[in-house]
């Protein structure tokens, strides 16, 4: 699976948009962008992913540069409930999620 | 209606003993999986079930053995627990579509050895 690289913590306001960076410049042609999630003392939680193009559903958006070599996970209207570390991890269905550090976000009132 | 529920969410023990812990999924998927994540917070996996078959096995210690009784269980038991198996576990199951899958996790044990 590709390297991602993440920024280690970010802040961000109540009801403001969340963007999270992500780099991923080995990226091969058939691996996926996903993004997961995990609220402390809880289970990761799938967030969305991608191959190409942007995608977008009711928990937020992914956009993918067109050389694939970085994403953005956006959230779109942040709450205090959004606070968690979030995971970028680039990889083809091979029966296993390799995690990182993630980032740390704190979404702040 | 848990998709994913793991048994029990706390279990505090001797070193030396042998537990396990249940998992099970209502969410009709084939594949299963055990992840570990120790005090450091990074999550690691250690085994993953296919319909019933062991396909992955990331250098986990023999002391582990999963056993899947069927596709909507797989259990993980641990013998001659260490105090370096204090973490907490994950299960996890999800449904593989070509080069896709969207994983599903249990709330997790927290393993607790003295």
């Known amino acids: 699976d590709a390297k991602t690289t993440q920024p280690t913590s970010m802040d961000c306001a109540e009801g403001r948009a969340a963007n999270l960076p992500c780099n991923h410049s080995?990226?091969?042609?058939?691996?996926?962008v996903y993004w997961y999630r995990q609220i402390h003392s809880q289970g990761p939680q799938y967030i969305i992913h991608?191959?190409?193009n942007n995608e977008t559903n009711e928990m937020a958006s992914l956009i993918i540069t067109e050389d694939r070599k970085s994403s953005t996970l956006i959230l779109p209207h942040a709450t205090l409930r959004d606070t968690a570390v979030y995971y970028c991890i680039v990889r083809v269905g091979d029966y296993k999620l390799s995690f990182g550090a993630g980032t740390t976000v704190t979404v702040r009132a | 209606d848990t998709a994913v529920s793991q048994t029990p969410k706390y279990l505090v023990t001797q070193m030396g003993n042998d537990k396990s812990i249940k998992c099970e999924q209502n969410l009709g998927h084939d594949t299963m999986y055990w992840y570990k994540q120790d005090s450091k917070k990074f999550l690691k996996i250690m085994f993953s079930y296919n319909n019933k078959e062991l396909i992955i096995n990331e250098t986990v210690p023999n002391r582990f053995s999963p056993k899947s009784p069927d596709k909507a269980h797989l259990n993980l038991h641990i013998n001659s627990l260490e105090l370096g198996d204090s973490a907490v576990y994950f299960c996890?199951?999800?449904?593989?579509?070509?080069?896709?899958?969207?994983?599903?996790f249990g709330p997790g044990t927290r393993l607790t050895v003295l």
């Open positions: 996890a199951s999800s449904h593989v579509r070509g080069l896709t899958d969207t994983q599903y």
């Open positions: 991608g191959l190409k």
């Open positions: 080995t990226i091969s042609g058939n691996e996926y």
